[in-house]
């Protein structure tokens, strides 16, 4: 893995985006930002589920808010995170926090769907006064923890030997 990793990082487009002063530091820049957006839309939406905000507003409408956000985030959130992983391959992808970061993101993502098809899905969440059953409380507070966690790990990344020590490929 890592002779194919050195190689990848070897070819032309990872070193003119790795050699660039400001390739990198703008991609890191815009990859924070979209993190901060979609953990804010998912925060939102999430205190509304939980009865704490927007109590004046339907969960339907909370969704249509902020759930585009997020979405639209998350794909830029994805761009980035490619152009990081080519100039970086060796430090992204040996690193144990990447691949538990990426772990994480499928299940908030699988998560976030399932809610969005059980709000969808039923017309009561129409209603501004309606309030979430037990298990979308669950969801939504395990959804804060999951982004949460996802953000340490991300900056985990670059400190991975001294976070996970000889366990990391990346001290090996």
């Not at 003119?16 to 890191?28: F, H, N």
């Amino acid at each position: 893995m890592r002779e194919f990793l050195t190689d990848l990082s070897q070819t032309p487009l990872a070193l003119a985006l790795a050699t660039s002063s400001w390739v990198v530091p703008a991609m890191q820049s815009i990859h924070i930002i979209s993190i901060a957006i979609i953990f804010m839309s998912v925060l939102i939406i999430a205190l509304r589920v939980l009865g704490f905000a927007w109590g004046d507003t339907s969960m339907h409408q909370t969704l249509d808010r902020f759930a585009p956000w997020a979405t639209l985030a998350l794909i830029v959130l994805a761009c980035t995170g490619v152009v990081l992983i080519i100039a970086e391959p060796i430090r992204e992808l040996m690193a144990i926090s990447f691949w538990v970061k990426m772990a994480l993101l499928v299940i908030a993502i699988i998560i976030s769907l399932r809610f969005i098809r059980a709000v969808r899905g039923d017309a009561g969440f129409a209603e501004p006064d309606v309030v979430a059953n037990s298990t979308l409380r669950r969801n939504a507070l395990a959804t804060i923890v999951i982004w949460v966690a996802i953000i340490f790990m991300g900056r985990f990344i670059a400190y991975d030997p001294l976070i996970w020590g000889s366990l990391s490929p990346i001290s090996s």
